[in-house]
T-cell receptor, first 115, second 113 residues
Framework: AQSVTQLGSHVSVSEGALVLLRCNYS??????LFWYVQYPNQGLQLLLK??????LVKGINGFEAEFKKSETSFHLTKPSAHMSDAAEYFC?????????????FGSGTRLSIRP | DAGVIQSPRHEVTEMGQEVTLRCKPI?????LFWYRQTMMRGLELLIY????????DSGMPEDRFSAKMPNASFSTLKIQPSEPRDSAVYFC???????????FGQGTRLTVV
């Protein structure tokens, strides 16, 4: 069975500071990993995903994440926060190996940006 | 494609009434997911379909909830009878495959009073 744990339900950083949102996963097979962003009153949008290959994945809006198998982690980072980054961020995992595969989401981390 | 379309966007109903939420997935997507989002429980997977067939409904909270997908372009999530604790935002998402991006609708905000 797969699961995702996001450490910290709320993260606050200053504008221009580093953003680090933590995600750890559990999967019995090689995982497919995703980060989604949700702006108020909207559905989720894909930021980036890891399937196979390069472990450092770049996404939209300057975000990137690194797959670390030894640490079962897939943390999301952005070098310099912008006010428009304020949103809720969800890490997700899928085993992807069969027609019965599904996508499981973490509990989310709300990112606030201080001026 | 217009994306995943959900209706209605907002629904307010009285306890005990039947509620039906609707979803039109993106054409060509074989997978359809129903999620529920609340402050307390976050984003929960209720049920998902592959090629119109329910694959896993273990997330459906109880028998009051049911979901159908009569064809590739339409799905419903029904709650009967509704209760105040069902108040949440319900999202429908579709995907070509679980390793591909899931596209979400705008959600239906359900309030049961």
């Amino acid at each position: 069975a797969q699961s995702v744990t996001q450490l910290g339900s709320h993260v606050s950083v200053s504008e221009g500071a580093l953003v680090l949102l933590r995600c750890n996963y559990s999967s019995s097979v090689p995982p497919y990993l995703f980060w989604y962003v949700q702006y108020p009153n909207q559905g989720l949008q894909l930021l980036l995903k890891y399937t196979t290959g390069a472990t450092l994945v770049k996404g939209i809006n300057g975000f990137e994440a690194e797959f670390k198998k030894s640490e079962t982690s897939f943390h999301l980072t952005k070098p310099s926060a912008h006010m428009s980054d304020a949103a809720e961020y969800f890490c997700a995992v899928s085993d992807g190996g069969s027609s019965a595969s599904k996508i499981i989401f973490g509990s989310g981390t709300r990112l606030s940006i201080r001026p | 494609d217009a994306g995943v379309i959900q209706s209605p966007r907002h629904e307010v109903t009285e306890m005990g009434q039947e509620v039906t939420l609707r979803c039109k997935p993106i054409s060509g997507h074989d997978y359809l997911f129903w999620y529920r989002q609340t402050m307390m429980r976050g984003l929960e997977l209720l049920i998902y379909f592959n090629n119109n067939v329910p694959i896993d409904d273990s997330g459906m909270p109880e028998d009051r909830f049911s979901a159908k997908m009569p064809n590739a372009s339409f799905s419903t999530l029904k709650i009967q009878p509704s209760e105040p604790r069902d108040s949440a935002v319900y999202f429908c998402a579709s995907s070509a495959h679980p390793v591909q991006e899931a596209f979400f609708g705008q959600g239906t905000r359900l309030t049961v009073v």
